[in-house]
């Protein structure tokens, strides 16, 4: 069912809405619309434009407090501003230790950065720093790919005047440092840039061979270490003396924030010399009834309830409560989309009937007990909504199983039919000839299904008030016609007298001239002119190919539930396939095999029946009761961190 809803406006004082929304609102349910919006019948509004005060304090203290920090103590005298002024003393005493851990930092990536540098070049044997007091050799460190390395030795390296010291390589470089005479580095540069040589820039920090100094720096990385090891015990030592206090003011703080939000969906009202702000938004019926009795004695804060949805813009939002045996059918409706809130919720119908009609066409005892039992497990164990609408469709089909007397395939050899065997079934109609039963009960099981849905349109378009509920081809008039088209061919295959031709000209022509002139008839019950657009020539040429469409709808529709009793056939059909592959014929068989094939065809026809019964939803009975155009209810969450 589709939960009511009401529209609520809160009012107050424009600096208590923090107040009102952690103590009040947090506990409830609402969707909040922009009152900017809402209200425009209203003069004098204005948006909020305030900046988060508490943004920067829980920016900032972010960086320095630990991220486990939490309690289990509650604070009640604790305020907003406490809150701040706390975060900002504890900031203080720890910008020192702060200060120190920043310079600690940025040396420990410097180190960080010398040894990642000089690792590849650690095989070099002589001291890095004398390079710099060569005078007439350029030295060069750096990098090639391997496969340019392996070009340049072969064809370029005897033709140049330089050394290439290889130190460390891998599948796609190749590390070293090469010599040149000053005299020629820029010639020879540009050969090696040519074969994509990067170029690595050495530090002056270098002391000794590459080796000695990579020990040197290790060193240094291990005391940096210890160092910000040491300030960091330092300023856990600040916070654990007040770790309780600042951890509720953090809360608190998370939770103003939150609160703080709000304000954007808020709009500002002047009344003398005070400034009041107003909230709109959706609630459900039962919660806003709550609210109003909780916020009762709260003198600053005034809450109104707008019983007329008309006088409010926006539509309202849909809110499905349904028992929880159907709750997992909600999943289909949501795929076709959510009832608006003025119609139905079919969701109760949706699982009654496609559980009824999967059940229909997979009917098999064995089989559908897999079904139950595996989707209880799945949805047990995971929660899954499809696996707990296999487990009802698994219901229908156990039954069904026994009305046609088949378990795991054996047709009447397990257990015999209650009702009938769907493939061998038959029955003589007139004008036709014989035909399977479980066709001829599919068919008017289709005729049922559809004169239903159309009876259900016409009780929505009741409840709306919506005169085209009597003129549509879904309406009142298509159930008339629908319906003495139902009961002439019951006469007919029953053998029993038609009534009169003029009775049957007065049933069939007036149902029919009314969907024919649908628009003007319904343009004249709303009073809303004369209904026709582009002329009477046009629309009665339109009228025609419009119900020429409708005549056949009414045919392939009916028809369409033909499948019902075909795939109960199948099912039949495809057993008795694995149990003649199994040799089954002469009383005993394969049993591997009858195994295997009941698995191939639990998993492959349980899909394809699945996927049938839910097209006859939405094809056959949606489109001609249910629209689907309504907006999901959302709620502020809000209330996480005013529950936290």
């Known amino acids: 069912m589709v939960v009511k809803m009401n529209f609520l406006s809160i009012t107050g004082p424009k600096d208590d809405i923090e107040r009102m929304a952690e103590q009040y609102l947090s506990k409830y349910e609402i969707q909040l619309e922009n009152a900017l919006t809402e209200l425009k019948t209203v003069h004098d509004l204005r948006p909020y434009t305030d900046k988060n005060p508490y943004d920067e304090v829980i920016r900032r203290a972010k960086e320095y407090l630990p991220g486990d920090l939490e309690t289990d103590r509650t604070f009640t005298d604790m305020t907003a501003d406490g809150a701040v002024e706390l975060l900002n003393e ?84 190749v590390w070293g440092v090469y010599f040149v005479p000053s005299a020629l580095a820029d010639k020879i540069d540009a050969v090696y840039a040519s074969m994509h040589f990067e170029h690595f820039y050495m530090p002056d920090e270098y002391i000794g061979t590459p080796r000695e100094a990579m020990e040197k720096l290790r060193e240094n990385l291990e005391q940096l270490n210890e160092e910000l090891a040491g300030v960091d015990r330092e300023m856990n030592q600040v916070i654990s003396s007040r770790r309780d206090e600042v951890a509720g003011a953090m809360k608190l703080l998370e939770r103003r924030t939150e609160s703080f939000e709000i304000r954007k969906f808020a709009a500002l009202t002047r009344e003398r010399n005070q400034v009041f702000y107003i909230l709109c938004g959706w609630m459900p019926e039962d919660q806003a009834d709550a609210f109003q009795a909780d916020i009762e004695r709260d003198e600053k804060i005034f809450a109104v309830v707008e019983d007329d949805h008309d006088n409010v813009f926006s539509k309202p939002p849909t809110l499905l409560k349904n028992p929880k045996l159907f709750r997992p059918f909600e999943m289909y409706i949501k795929m076709y989309g959510l009832p608006a809130y003025n119609e139905m919720d079919p969701t109760m119908f949706v699982a009654l ?248 065809v639990c998993a492959m026809e349980g899909l394809i029946v699945g996927i049938q019964v839910l097209r006859l939803q939405y094809y056959e009975l949606f489109s001609r009761y249910y629209k689907g155009t309504g907006r999901e209810f959302t709620p502020y969450q809000m209330q996480k961190a005013g529950r936290a």
């Open 353 to 600: 009937t496609y559980s009824f009609i999967f059940g229909a066409m997979f009917g098999d005892v064995g089989q559908g007990l897999v079904l139950l039992l595996g989707g209880l497990f799945l949805y047990k164990k995971k929660g899954m909504n499809l696996a707990a609408i296999v487990s009802c469709a698994g219901i229908f089909s156990t039954l069904f199983g026994f009305m046609y007397g088949s378990f795991f395939g054996f047709e009447d050899t397990v257990i015999h039919h209650i009702w009938l065997s769907p493939k061998e079934a038959m029955m003589t109609l007139p004008v036709i000839g014989e035909m399977n039963t479980v066709f001829v009960v599919a068919v008017v099981f289709g005729m049922f299904m559809i004169l239903t849905a159309m009876i259900l349109h016409i009780r929505i378009s009741l409840k709306n008030k919506d005169a085209e509920g009597w003129f549509d081809p879904n309406g009142a008039a298509g159930l008339i016609f629908y319906g003495a088209m139902a009961v002439v061919l019951f006469l007919v295959m029953s053998g029993q007298p038609l009534p009169a031709g003029a009775v049957l000209g007065v049933v069939f022509g007036i149902p029919l001239l009314a969907m024919f002139f649908k628009e003007p008839l319904t343009a004249r019950l709303e009073k809303k002119g004369s209904g026709i657009e582009g002329g009477i020539g046009m629309y009665l040429v339109q009228s025609f190919f419009e119900m020429f469409e409708v005549l056949l709808s009414f045919f392939s529709n009916t028809l369409s539930f033909v499948r019902v009793g075909a795939f109960a056939v199948s099912h039949a059909a495809m057993m008795e396939v694995v149990l003649m592959l199994a040799g089954f014929e002469g009383g005993s068989g394969n049993w591997l095999v009858v195994i295997l094939g009941n698995v191939f």
């Open 90 to 173: 504890v900031e203080t005493e720890l910008k020192g230790l702060r200060e120190t851990k920043g310079e600690l930092q940025a040396k420990q990536e410097k180190c960080r950065d010398l040894v990642n540098m000089i690792t590849p070049f650690q095989e070099i044997p002589f001291d890095i720093h004398k390079l710099l007091g060569f005078q007439y050799v350029k030295y060069r460190f750096g990098r090639i790919s391997k496969e340019y390395f392996e070009k340049f030795e072969r064809y370029v390296y005897d033709t140049l005047d330089t050394i290439f010291y290889k130190c460390q390589c891998d599948d796609t470089y």
